[in-house]
């Protein structure tokens, strides 16, 4: 760690990681939010958690049920449940067991039970069996490159793996968590990392599992996921307890997350953020807050001076240039056109902006458009967000400093 040794840390204060239960003390703000989960979690309940991409929802999440598993009244799992492409409730459930029976393993008087063992025992058989047909559950890594739901062999009835679930609440009730056990979903992101008919089919499957008893469910998701099931999906929509919008942390608690972090990671007595206070609120505007878009740039910028021994501080002076050679090595290596430069340019003074709008902003065709910003994307000089129907593209924020010489308004 010879980077962060350099400026009297023992590792990197603006990694993008999220919140787990060994970094607690370093969640800042959102008290609000965290009292209605935290009262809504004393009994059954399904709750929506939304935001942007990078404003910090996972950690939210995260900080939700750690803090109950350290209270002892809620268990909840070691990590939360990624959803992929392809999947069903079956899968879902099947992982899900997989994970319990994994965390119950580290109980001596658990694992003595002989439910305990039954079920441990099923769901090897259930592995070995996924392990066979070329599939695997996520304790051991799954990634799927095909759109098709998984077709899952068929190993034990929903409703035994069902029973094995209510079990496995039991056994948990009987270690001492009286509350329900939290199990977060992941990756409920609409048409990005899962396509819109795919997260429908997967939201209507999963539906009467989530009424199991002994269990409650964070639902984490983009802007917009409530609405979409409340359109598409109002058998669930019907049954969900309450959506808790995750917004961007004011630029005071980004400061405030960062000093935290320096405090638990410094190796010395008095030591400085190593970014100043300045690029940290540039980065902070040009990325509308999102902490993880400000994080990633941070980290760049550290990494890249790496080499200056002369530089024991990033300042704007520093910064802005820096910032400038990533924008640069994007577009050379994506080799962008003097068309597809110009859409870039009007995203940085317009985004977020619908492709319709700036079509006719630039008065090109849509397709001709859409094709550039799919470009962009692809690049990293670009990205997009759904809102309800709609799809709002923006410039990333190095992109947006690079090209207005660091006036962000």
Request: charged share 25%; aromatic share 8%; net charge positive.
């Amino acid at each position: 760690m010879a980077l962060f040794d350099r400026f009297g840390l023992k590792d990197n204060p603006y990694s993008v990681n999220p919140i787990t239960y060994d970094t607690l003390k370093l969640f800042v703000g959102r008290k609000n939010e965290i009292k209605k989960c935290n009262l809504a979690l004393d009994y059954k309940s399904i709750i929506i958690i939304e935001g942007g991409r990078g404003v910090g929802t996972t950690s939210f999440g995260n900080y939700v049920r750690f803090n109950k598993l350290k209270q002892k009244s809620n268990f909840t799992l070691p990590r939360e449940i990624s959803v992929e492409r392809g999947w069903n409730g079956e899968f879902l459930l099947v992982n899900t067991l997989s994970w319990l029976v994994s965390s119950l393993e580290n109980n001596k008087k658990t694992a003595k039970k002989p439910k305990f063992h039954e079920i441990k025992k099923a769901t090897h058989g259930i592995q070995e069996i996924y392990r066979q047909a070329g599939l695997q559950l996520m304790t051991f890594g799954a990634h799927y490159g095909k759109e098709a739901v998984v077709a899952t062999p068929p190993v034990y009835s929903i409703a035994t793996l069902i029973q094995y679930f209510e079990d496995c609440s039991k056994l948990i009730k009987e270690t001492g968590y009286n509350k329900p056990t939290i199990i977060q979903i992941n990756n409920l992101d609409i048409d990005t990392t899962i396509s819109t008919e795919q997260i429908r089919f997967f939201l209507n499957d999963i539906r009467d599992l989530l009424q199991i008893p002994g269990y409650s469910w964070l639902l984490i998701g983009d802007t917009g996921l409530s609405s979409f099931m409340r359109l598409n999906v109002d058998r669930l929509a019907d049954i969900v307890t309450f959506e808790t919008p995750i917004r961007p942390l004011t630029v005071k608690e980004v400061h405030e997350a960062i000093n935290k972090r320096i405090e638990s990671l410094k190796t010395k007595e008095h030591t400085e953020p190593p970014i100043s206070d300045e690029v940290i609120n540039m980065l902070y505007n040009a990325s509308h807050g999102r902490i993880r878009k400000i994080f990633r740039t941070a980290t760049n910028l550290l990494h890249m001076v790496e080499a200056d021994p002369l530089i024991n501080r990033v300042n704007m002076e520093t910064a802005i240039p820096l910032i400038k050679r990533i924008t640069e090595d994007k577009m050379d290596k994506a080799k962008i056109t003097p068309a597809t430069h110009k859409i870039l340019e009007k995203l940085v003074t317009h985004g977020p902006i619908t492709p319709t709008e700036l079509s006719k902003k630039i008065k090109t065709q849509r397709q001709a458009v859409s094709r550039a910003l799919i470009a962009l994307q692809r690049a990293d000089l670009a990205y997009l967000e759904r809102k309800g129907k709609e799809h709002f593209w923006d410039a990333e924020p190095e992109v947006k400093i690079a090209l207005s010489e660091g006036e962000i308004k």
